[in-house]
């Protein structure tokens, strides 16, 4: 194991000689992290003290004890990072959720956060490589996703698809490039809005669902959409 001693102590002389070498103690990242380390690994540490770890010698012990092997029945859980990162790749990569579903029944367990942090850092390696999964809608128009409305729509000439959500500050739908790519991915066709549904939040704010203009005209304003959207619903 690392002999954190070795390295030079708070007021010792500088390198060059001169003045005094200032320590770079551990982060509490790094504190925490060994603390998980030395309750999960087979290791010879006694008396480790965490707060006298400079950030040099925190480093060599970490390497040290990711080499040990895992204490007998102890599962490491995967990071919420990791969670994160393998949910949104099992939703947009091609036969991502039957990966998971094969993971699973693998392991016997019944969700993706039961899973140890090697089983996930696996499913993650595995559908990294596999290509992205085709979108699932062909309308453009209102869906209703995770109780938010989405107006998503298609450009005539580039054929580029989009997602649009309505903004209380500015009081219109905008378009949300950062959501874009994750709600084409998740979306389904039976989360387009019926009729009743678009015009109901049409009139809530004034502005069509479906193509995000406000309602001006008084048949418009009165039904809750314009004659030639509300063709496009049933």
């Known amino acids: 194991m ?14 060059n000689g001169y003045g005094e070498y200032k320590v770079r103690y551990a982060s509490e990242r790094q504190k925490k992290f060994i603390q998980n380390l030395l309750a999960t690994k087979n290791h010879s540490y006694t008396d480790l003290n965490l707060d006298e770890l400079n950030v040099q010698g925190a480093g060599e012990v970490i390497n040290a ?13 995967p990071t919420e990072k990791q969670l994160q990162f393998a949910q949104s790749l099992v939703t947009s990569k091609e036969g991502g959720q039957q990966s998971l579903l094969e993971l699973l029944q693998q392991k016997a367990v019944n969700e993706l956060s039961k899973l ?36 998503i729509r298609q450009a005539s000439e580039s054929k580029k698809w989009s997602v649009w959500t309505y903004s209380d500050e500015v009081k ?3 378009r ?36 995000g203009r406000t309602l001006t005209l008084l048949k418009s304003v009165a ?12």
Do not use: F, W
């Open 172 to 174: 219109k739908y905008v």
């Open 176 to 211: 949300n490039d950062v959501a874009t790519k994750e709600i084409l991915k998740k979306v389904e066709p039976t989360d387009r809005l019926t009729l009743e549904l678009a015009i109901k939040y049409s009139a809530q704010v004034g502005i069509c669902v479906h193509c």
């Open 65 to 77: 004890l990711l080499s040990c092997d895992n204490k007998a029945g102890i599962i490491i859980p």
């Open 223 to 234: 039904g809750g959409m314009g004659a030639i959207c509300a063709k496009k619903y049933h």
């Open 2 to 15: 690392s002999n954190t001693k070795t390295h030079r102590t708070g007021g010792s002389r500088g390198a």
């Open 116 to 151: 140890s942090r090697a089983d996930v850092s696996s499913l993650i390696n595995l559908l990294k490589n596999v290509k992205d999964a085709p979108m699932k809608i062909t309308e453009v128009g209102a869906y209703l996703l995770d109780g938010t409305i989405y107006s």
